[in-house]
């Protein structure tokens, strides 16, 4: 924590000596209106409304107005992407998308790749507070030539805030079920609080921002207490229309109660301490038509998983994880159309207790073009080669294409390719009996096909797409039967057909009132070979529907939304949550209250850990610009 402190001001000091008097562009007040967002490519950007694939975007006013505590909580509100919470709270949680494992999903901070070389349960310690999040990217199918190694499925990209001008933003809540605790539990009800400020310091050529925020709650069931603190710090400069310098700096620690997490019913005891750090300092430099953006960044974790909380002489695993990244960024504006090319290195290493010293470099280097014909076909082609040092070579090409058939209609399809290298848990993992690795596991390889069609009148909204997904070398954990370990294998081909359709609306009534709807629904059907006497994780967890409906009602400084979220995975029974949140606005303060869970359903989202029942939330935000 010491380190990071004195890295961020020594980012401040020296970057603010540089200074110059040069204006930042001007951002326009009306900035989230969806049609204005630029997705943050690490290659080439692209407006909203110009994109080519399916991408959808969450912005920062629609994330405030949700009935949410955490990052977590945000993205289970999206079609498509499956969240599976093994404890809430914004502690330990696996993502994926389009009913991928959450191995193949690739998570990014401003561009910057979140991977953790350990195992993806960690891949989410993200040290952002919702309150610092500009706008949320979640884009679907192979993304290898887009971002590289690991988006399989499809990556989430969170972009943070910078302005020009400066604000505060500070939010404090208490929550609680208003259960008794368990026995043994001590003794009360289960509920704690949570609160975070972001800060920003704009002027005409800089963005500051500064945030933090801190969670701890009792638990909401025996041994499930959390304690949650992110720190942040992201800064912008422009010292000129051609150059400009942005830096990076973050901190996540969460400590958890893990009852039931990985080897139920036998860590009731279980406790998981998790930290993550990560740093970035990047540059953008203009010649004319030719941009160079290059980039240094690492991400450093600590994992201390302790299967007895009160004996720490047993049953204890440490894991120490380092990535460094190198990127070389250009793009070059031609009369045929943008060319994009570069390269990005990611040197990984290992040392743990019971996965041992490992480290291994992972190099890449990419080409596309971003073109038109005419005023009515948009597309971008492009490959990624990737080299490995224990896996060798690969390439992944892609080509994403957009009819514009005329001002209210769409059609789009995209064909792309992806690689997910295996972890060093899948390859060597030693936590007998429970979970053994496999060394000689081979990279999945993914062809992904995509095709759908939007349409946009005013306030409405409405897509529907199909999408089909061929995995080969599937990798699953595996086991013959409950007395063996499980172990990863390449399980051969893993097939997956689904379709999706969103739709939303608003509907302004006069009189400062307001109301809108949405819907989304995500079908999957997967298909894999398998043995009859295999018992497999994959299958258990894989999801097969999803509907998300909601609807908002705003009149003068009072609004609500009421969300409702309906689950079923292959082999388990359905759920349906509601959650709702009121508003009321009083000059620079937002009074609210949520309550989530509303009908009390009882569902698990991973392995054997009950989720929350029915909760309630009593906040206050303060806004001052």
Same mark, same amino acid.
């Given at each position: 924590?010491?380190r990071l402190?004195?890295?961020?001001?020594?980012?401040?000091?020296?970057?603010?000596i540089?200074?110059?008097?040069?204006?930042?562009?001007k951002l326009?007040?009306?900035?989230?209106?969806?049609?204005?967002?630029i997705?943050?490519?690490?290659?080439?950007?692209?407006?909203?409304?110009q994109?080519?694939?399916?991408?959808q975007?969450?912005t920062?006013e629609?994330?405030?107005?949700?009935?949410?505590r955490?990052?977590?909580?945000?993205?289970?509100?999206?079609?498509?992407?499956?969240?599976?919470?093994?404890g809430?709270f914004?502690?330990?949680?696996?993502?994926?998308i389009d009913?991928?494992?959450?191995?193949?999903?690739?998570?990014l901070?401003?561009?910057?790749?979140?991977l953790?070389?350990?195992?993806?349960?960690?891949?989410m310690?993200?040290?952002?507070?919702?309150?610092?999040?500009?706008?949320?990217?979640?884009?679907?199918?192979?993304?290898a030539?887009i971002?590289?190694?690991?988006?399989?499925?499809?990556a989430?990209?969170?972009?943070?805030?910078?302005?020009?001008?400066?604000?505060?933003?500070a939010?404090?809540?208490?929550?609680s079920?208003?259960?008794?605790?368990?026995? =043994?539990d001590?003794s009360?009800?289960?509920?704690?609080?949570?609160?975070e400020?972001t800060?920003?310091?704009?002027?005409?050529?800089?963005?500051q921002?500064?945030?933090?925020?801190?969670?701890?709650?009792?638990?909401?069931?025996?041994?499930?207490a959390?304690?949650?603190?992110?720190?942040?710090?992201n800064?912008n400069?422009?010292f *000129?229309?051609?150059?400009?310098?942005?830096?990076?700096? =973050? &901190?996540a620690?969460?400590?958890?109660?893990a009852?039931?997490?990985?080897?139920?019913?036998n860590?009731?005891n279980?406790?998981?301490?998790?930290?993550?750090?990560?740093?970035?300092?990047?540059?953008?430099?203009?010649?004319?038509?030719?941009?160079?953006a290059?980039?240094?960044?690492?991400?450093?974790?600590?994992d201390?998983?302790?299967f007895?909380k009160?004996?720490l002489?047993?049953?204890?695993?440490?894991?120490y994880?380092?990535?460094?990244?190198?990127?070389?960024n250009?793009s070059?504006?031609t009369?045929?159309g943008?060319?994009?090319f570069?390269?990005?290195s990611?040197?990984?290493?290992?040392?743990?207790?019971?996965?041992?010293?490992? *480290?291994?470099n992972?190099?890449?280097?990419?080409a596309?073009l971003?073109?038109?014909?005419?005023?009515?076909?948009?597309g971008?082609l492009?490959?990624?080669a990737?080299? *490995?040092?224990?896996? =060798?070579?690969?390439?992944?090409?892609?080509?994403?294409?957009?009819?514009?058939?005329?001002?209210?209609?769409?059609?789009?399809?995209?064909?792309?390719s992806?690689?997910?290298?295996?972890?060093?848990?899948?390859?060597?993992?030693?936590?007998?009996? =429970?979970?053994?690795?496999?060394?000689?596991?081979?990279?999945?390889?993914?062809?992904?096909?995509?095709?759908?069609?939007?349409?946009k009148k005013?306030?409405?909204?409405?897509k529907?797409?199909?999408f089909?997904?061929?995995?080969?070398?599937?990798?699953?954990?595996?086991?013959?039967?409950?007395?063996?370990p499980?172990?990863?294998?390449?399980?051969?081909k893993?097939?997956v057909h689904?379709?999706?359709?969103?739709v939303?609306?608003d509907f302004?009534?006069?009189?400062?009132?307001?109301?809108?709807?949405?819907?989304?629904?995500?079908?999957?059907?997967?298909?894999?070979?398998?043995?009859?006497?295999?018992q497999s994780?994959?299958?258990?967890e894989?999801?097969?529907?999803?509907?998300?409906?909601?609807?908002?009602?705003?009149?003068?400084?009072?609004?609500?939304?009421?969300?409702?979220?309906?689950?079923?995975?292959?082999?388990?029974?359905?759920?349906?949550?509601?959650?709702?949140?009121? *508003?009321?606005?009083?000059q620079?303060?937002?009074?609210?209250?949520?309550?989530?869970?509303?009908?009390?359903?009882? &569902?698990?989202?991973?392995g054997?850990?009950?989720?929350?029942?029915?909760?309630?939330?009593?906040?206050?935000?303060?806004?001052?610009?």
């Amino acid at each position: 924590m010491k380190r990071l402190l004195n890295i961020i001001s020594l980012i401040t000091l020296t970057t603010g000596i540089a200074q110059q008097k040069d204006s930042l562009p001007k951002l326009d007040a009306n900035r989230h209106n969806l049609e204005q967002v630029i997705i943050k490519g690490n290659r080439l950007d692209t407006p909203f409304n110009q994109s080519s694939r399916d991408i959808q975007v969450i912005t920062q006013e629609q994330i405030a107005a949700l009935p949410v505590r955490s990052l977590n909580e945000v993205l289970s509100y999206i079609n498509g992407v499956d969240i599976r919470q093994r404890g809430p709270f914004g502690t330990q949680t696996d993502i994926s998308i389009d009913g991928g494992t959450s191995e193949q999903t690739l998570v990014l901070v401003n561009g910057i790749k979140m991977l953790d070389a350990q195992t993806a349960h960690n891949m989410m310690n993200i040290p952002v507070p919702l309150s610092a999040i500009d706008h949320i990217e979640v884009l679907r199918g192979a993304a290898a030539r887009i971002y590289g190694i690991n988006a399989l499925t499809g990556a989430v990209n969170i972009v943070t805030k910078k302005d020009r001008k400066s604000s505060v933003v500070a939010d404090v809540q208490a929550a609680s079920s208003f259960k008794s605790k368990e026995e =043994g539990d001590g003794s009360g009800i289960y509920g704690g609080g949570a609160g975070e400020v972001t800060g920003i310091f704009g002027t005409s050529s800089q963005s500051q921002l500064l945030s933090f925020s801190h969670s701890n709650y009792n638990g909401q069931r025996y041994n499930s207490a959390a304690k949650n603190t992110r720190l942040f710090y992201n800064g912008n400069y422009r010292f *000129n229309d051609n150059n400009s310098i942005t830096a990076l700096a =973050g &901190y996540a620690k969460s400590r958890f109660g893990a009852n039931g997490f990985y080897a139920a019913p036998n860590d009731v005891n279980s406790e998981e301490i998790v930290e993550s750090s990560v740093f970035s300092i990047s540059s953008k430099h203009t010649w004319g038509d030719f941009t160079l953006a290059p980039r240094i960044s690492d991400r450093y974790g600590e994992d201390d998983y302790r299967f007895y909380k009160d004996d720490l002489s047993k049953g204890r695993s440490l894991h120490y994880t380092n990535a460094l990244m190198l990127e070389l960024n250009s793009s070059l504006k031609t009369g045929i159309g943008t060319f994009g090319f570069g390269w990005e290195s990611r040197l990984e290493k290992i040392n743990s207790s019971n996965i041992g010293e490992h *480290n291994r470099n992972n190099h890449g280097a990419y080409a596309e073009l971003k073109s038109g014909l005419g005023e009515k076909i948009r597309g971008t082609l492009g490959v990624y080669a990737n080299y *490995n040092t224990a896996f =060798g070579w690969q390439l992944y090409p892609g080509l994403d294409v957009a009819y514009l058939v005329n001002k209210q209609w769409k059609i789009a399809m995209n064909i792309g390719s992806g690689q997910r290298i295996p972890s060093f848990t899948d390859l060597y993992l030693d936590q007998r009996p =429970g979970n053994v690795g496999n060394e000689s596991l081979e990279p999945e390889n993914a062809w992904s096909y995509e095709a759908n069609m939007e349409y946009k009148k005013r306030s409405f909204r409405f897509k529907a797409g199909y999408f089909y997904r061929n995995i080969t070398h599937f990798i699953d954990w595996v086991r013959a039967d409950p007395a063996t370990p499980y172990s990863p294998v390449n399980f051969g081909k893993n097939k997956v057909h689904g379709i999706y359709a969103r739709v939303q609306q608003d509907f302004n009534l006069g009189q400062q009132q307001a109301i809108g709807y949405s819907a989304s629904y995500n079908y999957m059907s997967p298909s894999f070979e398998a043995s009859d006497d295999i018992q497999s994780k994959y299958t258990l967890e894989s999801l097969k529907h999803q509907f998300i409906a909601g609807i908002h009602y705003r009149k003068k400084n009072f609004s609500f939304q009421l969300k409702n979220r309906l689950l079923r995975r292959e082999f388990a029974d359905a759920y349906n949550i509601t959650d709702l949140r009121l *508003n009321y606005q009083l000059q620079k303060f937002t009074i609210y209250t949520e309550a989530t869970n509303l009908f009390d359903a009882e &569902y698990k989202e991973a392995g054997a850990v009950p989720m929350p029942s029915r909760w309630f939330v009593l906040g206050a935000k303060f806004r001052w610009n």
